[in-house]
């Protein structure tokens, strides 16, 4: 079946600590994202990817970094730098970039404390 | 800025129609989309609109007015399984997507 996998669904870490957050797309999809989620609130963007190996910034993209060496997998890392790490963290992909539909995985909801 | 407004809550009962309004201002539009996102779940893409009309898909419908700045999303025969939050989305051109803060919606018996 072709999806949006993320793992771990789950993730706690202390304060200070660097974390990864997966995602893979079996998709075939050019566009994949990376939106931050806090309760009652709206998607926010991250990070993006047209290409491999080609990145942008969104609109929160202090204290993470991203990479896109394969086009199937576009890790999220959050570093100690973001002040307010706890959110559920969401990936999508796309083929036509955001004028198409976005296809997001299950989430990963990260806790630091 | 670029920003959407849609309301924070709605209630209605099972078999009734629901409108979920969206304004939007933002530097572009190339279309409004809306998601559905039930309690700890992924979005779900619902529909998408980047012409002026009413687009029709099964139970839900989604209307857009870009001379207004405007569209909606219209669930009918409402079911107890629609309860969830739902986003409106503007594509501002390129390939960022701005979402609205997301309308929780209460289905009661």
């Known amino acids: 079946d072709g999806g949006i996998t993320q793992s771990p669904k789950y993730l706690f870490r202390k304060e200070g600590q660097n974390v990864t957050l997966s995602c893979e797309q079996n998709l075939n999809h050019d566009a994949m994202y990376w939106y931050r989620q806090d309760p009652g609130q709206g998607l926010r963007l991250i990070y993006y990817s047209q290409i491999v190996n080609d990145f942008q910034k969104g609109d929160i993209a202090e204290g993470y970094s991203v990479s896109r060496e394969k086009k199937e997998s576009f890790p999220l890392t959050v570093t100690s730098a973001q002040k307010n790490p706890t959110a559920f963290y969401l990936c999508?992909?796309?083929?036509?970039?955001?004028?198409?539909?976005?296809?997001f995985g299950p989430g990963t909801r990260l806790t630091v404390t | 800025g670029q920003s959407l407004e849609q309301p924070s809550e709605v209630t209605a009962v099972e078999g009734a129609i629901v409108q979920i309004n969206c304004t939007y201002q933002?530097?572009?539009?190339?279309?409004l989309s809306w998601y559905q996102q039930h309690d700890g779940g992924a979005p779900t893409f619902l529909s998408y609109n980047a012409l002026d009309g009413l687009e029709e898909t099964g139970r839900f419908s989604s209307f857009l007015s870009r001379s207004d700045s405007y569209g909606y999303l219209l669930l009918q025969e409402l079911q107890m399984k629609d309860s969830a939050s739902y986003f409106c989305?503007?594509?501002?051109?390129?390939?960022?997507?701005?979402f609205g803060a997301g309308t929780r919606l209460f289905v009661k018996a």
């Open positions: 989305a503007v594509n501002p051109g390129g390939f960022k997507t701005i």
């Open positions: 933002t530097s572009g539009f190339y279309g």
């Open positions: 999508a992909s796309s083929t036509t970039g955001a004028r198409g539909e976005q296809y």
